[in-house]
Nanobody
Framework: QVQLVESGGGLVQTGGSLRLSCVVS????????MGWFRQAPGKEREFVAA????????TYKDSVKGRFTISRDNVKKTLFLQMNSLKPEDTGSYYC???????????????????WGQGTQVTVSS
């Protein structure tokens, strides 16, 4: 059973920064594409950022481009999301996800991902 464990969430003021981490138990972590998603209360889960297996390709939701950076450490089997210049609209539960398919294409739809973490809460106060 693949397990994903997020950490690093918290309460920050507008303009602040947080770094999320996601440790993955999957031995073959280094061959799978990964993503970050978020969900605000009463809203659907939405794409935030995704990265290919090697880290050479990344893609972002338009509203976070230039503020968020996704990266990965394949030796430590860890996914990261550096979030800077945070805004109140970034508030939500953040989830990391693993796509259990070897692919060169980075996907942005939640249904394309097979394993999920339990989420970490990010709250940005105005």
């Amino acid at each position: 059973q693949v397990q994903l464990v997020e950490s690093g969430g918290g309460l920050v003021q507008t303009g602040g920064s947080l770094r999320l981490s996601c440790v993955v138990s999957e031995r073959a972590f280094s061959i799978y594409n990964m993503g970050w998603f978020r969900q605000a209360p009463g809203k659907e889960r939405e794409f935030v950022a995704a990265i290919n297996w090697s880290g050479s390709t990344t893609t972002y939701k338009d509203s976070v481009k230039g503020r968020f950076t996704i990266s990965r450490d394949n030796v430590k089997k860890t996914l990261f999301l550096q979030m800077n210049s945070l805004k109140p609209e970034d508030t939500g539960s953040y989830y990391c996800a693993l796509r259990n398919v070897v692919s060169a294409v980075v996907r942005t739809t939640p249904s394309d991902y097979d394993y999920w973490g339990q989420g970490t809460q990010v709250t940005v106060s105005s």
